[in-house]
Structures are given as C-alpha cells and as structure tokens.
C-alpha cells in the first residue's frame, strides 16, 4: 500500500528484478591500482552484491574488510587471493605467483575459516602474466588445498593460461568456478573445430560454474555465442569490473545482462544468471537473489530502452541488440541508493 510508505516511486512499465550479484570483480577501492568505487560501479547498475575476486590475500585483506567495504553501501564480499597480497603488485611485478614464497596454504585457508559469510573461497590467477609454465601445477594444487582445507570453493582464471585448460579444469569439482569461461585466447574451450572441448563438457557435466566475468579481454562474442549455440550456457554473468586501460572497454552488469540477452539467452535466463543463480553457487540464496518475502530488500528496477546498441569485445568482434536495460532505481536493504542517474544519501528518495 503506497499511501502507508515512507517513500514511493512510480516503476509502472518498468522492469523489476532482484538486485543484480557481480560475482566477479575488483572493488577494493584504494587497495590496488585495479580496484574501482563500489557504490558508482554497483548501484548505478542496479548491482547491489559485489564480490570481489582476489584483490587482496591473507596479508591485506583486513583492511579491505575493516576499513574499505563498510564504506559503501553495496553489499561487498570476497574470494581471497592465493597470493599473500593479492592483487597489490600486479602491475608493477605483472603479477603476483612468479615467486611461489606469496603462497601459504595455511595462514590463507585460516582467514577464510575466520570470516564466514564475508570470504567465500579462494582465487587464483592462470594467466601467464601471473604464473609460468613451470609453477602453473604447483599454484593450482595450493588453490585446491586451500579450497578444501577451508570447506569453500575455488575460482580459476582460465583465460591466457600458460598450461592446457584440461589440466586445469582436472582440479575443478562441484561448486567450483571457472571465470572467463568464454575467452577468446588461446586454450579456451572450443577445439580447433569450434567445438566444446570434451573436457569442458564434463566439468559443466560434474557441476563446475561457467563464468562470464566479462572484463576487456576475457570474453569473445564468437566463442561465447558458438558455445551456446552447442547447448553450453553461462551459468553466471559477471563483470570482472576494474580500471582498464585506455583502450579496454569494460562494462556494468546492466550492460551485461542486456548483451546476453541479444546473444540468445532469454531475458529470465539472463537475469537469473545474475541474480539468483550466483546466490545459490555462492551459499546464500536464503538472502538474497529473489524479492520473496524475508529476503535481504536488494531490488532494481530498470527502463527497458529501445533501439540500436553495440557492443563490442576487445577481438572487435560486437554483437548489436534492440534492447539496453537502464538503470531507474537501485535499492539496497530497503533504501534507495541509485535514482535515475546519481547516488543517493541514505533516506533520500
């Protein structure tokens, strides 16, 4: 009943969803030169969970816990780095596992187990910037005992990897996530015939999730569209949201969900790839992800705009659609955050 709210918003002809979960990305603002402003990022996308990928390890992640996350109004959760220190050296070293001595199993598994609810698993980095070719087994076998000894799951990243993606996915089990699924380089996961990879089939097969996690350069319109085309959807959508270069687009979960759409995925099989299925794969769809009653009170609402949109991956392959989902309204845990175009104070409507 409007007339007994504190505030109302007229939403008639838009479309309302759960608020959106970005599974992947980098928003531990200040942390690293990579990370982004959550709330800016988030909410003006109608993205109310962000959960960032690896920013930080066991050596720094307290702060971004303490200090940087309850600064925003996203709701803001972590997979911890199999590095020490996450992400912090990326671009001056070009990445953080060249020296296998950033690896305690212990101490990471130990932060894990003492913020549940907060860390969700641990990450790792398969790109030959990160790792080489002669320690990329020794990184994967301390990310799978990390994993297991901490009772959560393991995210890979399996675009530009230094070793056979079959090698990789062998440490994948159920509830494991490979993230930049649809990459375009080299090991990806169709075969010199533009077909599935046996393999992939039977990780997708055993529960393994396929994550967008789009970035600049891990998704390729033509990889991703031949692979659904052969029956093998993203389970999940997510942004692998960071400062790119100059020359990189990266794009919102709006934007996302909008191109998948185009793609061929039906518009309820895009929304729940962001939103109620990240829930489930991430142990917490007793909270958010839906709008049933008792939930976390994360919604969006969007204007679903006509016309003629691009987008476009960084091979310059693009993928043209007829409908862009806009950003009308965010509301995070009953509150407004976003409205038509700007941050909101707390109350404000």
């Not at 009943?1 to 939403?11: E, F, I, N, P, T």
């Not at 109310?48 to 690896?54: E, Q, R």
């Not at 816990?65 to 109004?73: I, L, S």
């Not at 075969?191 to 600049?216: F, Q, T, W, Y």
Request: contains cysteine.
């Amino acid at each position: 009943d409007a007339a007994k709210a504190a505030h109302s918003v007229d939403v008639t002809g838009k479309l309302i969803t759960p608020g959106l979960i970005d599974l992947h990305g980098h928003f531990y603002h200040g942390g690293n030169p990579t990370s982004v402003h959550p709330d800016e990022i988030c909410l003006s996308s109608g993205t109310t969970t962000g959960i960032d990928a690896g920013s930080a390890g066991f050596i720094n992640y307290e702060a971004m816990r303490d200090y940087v996350f309850p600064a925003h109004r996203t709701r803001l959760l972590a997979f911890l780095h199999v590095s020490g220190v996450g992400l912090a050296n990326n671009r001056l070293l070009l990445g953080g596992l060249h020296d296998m001595r950033m690896i305690d199993v212990d101490q990471t598994s130990d932060a894990i187990k003492a913020n549940p609810g907060f860390c969700l698993g641990v990450k790792v980095r398969m790109h030959f910037n990160a790792v080489a070719a002669w320690n990329a087994h020794e990184a994967m076998r301390a990310a799978r005992a990390v994993a297991d000894q901490s009772g959560t799951r393991l995210m890979v990243h399996v675009s530009g990897t230094p070793i056979a993606l079959p090698d990789i996915l062998e440490f994948l089990g159920p509830g494991d996530i490979s993230t930049h699924a649809f990459n375009g380089l080299p090991e990806n996961i169709l075969d010199r015939n533009l077909k599935i990879r046996p393999e992939v089939s039977a990780a997708a097969e055993r529960g393994v999730i396929m994550d967008v996690a789009h970035a600049g350069v891990h998704c390729d319109v033509e990889v991703a569209t031949a692979a659904m085309q052969q029956g093998l959807m993203p389970n999940t959508i997510s942004t692998d949201i960071h400062n790119p270069p100059p020359d990189r687009t990266v794009y919102k979960m709006n934007d996302l969900v909008s191109k998948f759409h185009a793609m061929g995925m039906s518009l309820p099989d895009a929304i729940a790839a962001s939103t109620s299925t990240p829930a489930s794969v991430l142990g917490l769809s007793d909270t958010i992800g839906s709008l049933a009653p008792g939930m976390s009170g994360d919604a969006a609402v969007f204007d679903m705009r006509e016309g003629n949109f691009k987008w476009i991956d960084s091979a310059g392959h693009s993928q043209e659609g007829k409908v862009r989902l806009d950003t009308f309204l965010t509301v995070r845990a009953g509150q407004v955050g976003w409205r038509e175009g700007r941050l909101m104070q707390m109350g404000e409507c």
